[in-house]
T-cell receptor, first 114, second 114 residues
Framework: SQKIEQNSEALNIQEGKTATLTCNYTNYSPAYLQWYRQDPGRGPVFLLLIRENEKEKRKERLKVTFDTTLKQSLFHITASQPADSATYLCALDKQGSGYSTLTFGKGTMLLVSP | EAQVTQNPRYLITVTGKKLTVTCSQNMNHEYMSWYRQDPGLGLRQIYYSMNVEVTDKGDVPEGYKVSRKEKRNFPLILESPSPNQTSLYFC?????????????FGPGTRLTVT
């Protein structure tokens, strides 16, 4: 069956360090993968998109990698700040056609301590 | 300001009393979707709409109805709410289905059914 797994429910790191979150999937062949940020009680907010033919994408302090062989995406936040504390969700297109609906992982809660 | 709005934001109701949660977007998006979010289960899609008068079931459609009579509105209807529909509900929209277009989420509606 299809499954999306995001690493550990919570990740605690110190301010200034790099946070690395993982998104593993099985029995999917997504055409693209997205990352969202969600603050408590609020709707998710889109951060980055990476397509299957792209190895890496960057946006300011954020970096996403996509390894279709390992069926894994890594999401990095460099020089992390307490304001980065939130839950991060990965999402991928369900049928791999690029034109299907999104399936979301359960998310990883990131806590950045001062 | 580009946004997705939902009303009400909070609702406490009793089993069996029909209710409607409204969703509206001002970005002329074709695609709209409803999700519910529960602890440990993540975001799950209820229904989606690719355009006016075109709707389809998501992963957990039982007990819900939707309609898309206008492009900007996508109400979620619970004909006979039950306690297992207590959840946090999000409406989302994007320019089109799939193709990696980012989804814009509303602020959420917290529903409690007693």
């Amino acid at each position: 069956s299809q499954k999306i797994e995001q690493n550990s429910e919570a990740l605690n790191i110190q301010e200034g360090k790099t946070a690395t979150l993982t998104c593993n999937y099985t029995n999917y062949s997504p055409a693209y993968l997205q990352w969202y940020r969600q603050d408590p009680g609020r709707g998710p907010v889109f951060l980055l998109l990476i397509r299957e033919n792209e190895k890496e994408k960057r946006k300011e302090r954020l970096k996403v990698t996509f390894d279709t062989t390992l069926k894994q995406s890594l999401f990095h936040i460099t020089a992390s700040q307490p304001a980065d504390s939130a839950t991060y969700l990965c999402a991928l297109d369900k049928q791999g056609s690029g034109y299907s609906t999104l399936t979301f992982g359960k998310g990883t809660m990131l806590l950045v301590s001062p | 300001e580009a946004q997705v709005t939902q009303n009400p934001r909070y609702l406490i109701t009793v089993t069996g009393k029909k209710l409607t949660v409204t969703c509206s977007q001002n970005m002329n998006h074709e695609y709209m979707s409803w999700y519910r979010q529960d602890p440990g289960l993540g975001l799950r899609q209820i229904y989606y709409s690719m355009n006016v008068e075109v709707t389809d079931k998501g992963d957990v459609p039982e007990g819900y109805k939707v309609s898309r009579k206008e492009k900007r509105n996508f109400p979620l209807i619970l004909e006979s709410p039950s306690p297992n529909q207590t959840s946090l509900y999000f409406c989302a929209s994007s320019l089109r289905l799939g193709q990696g277009y980012e989804q814009y989420f509303g602020p959420g509606t917290r529903l409690t059914v007693t």
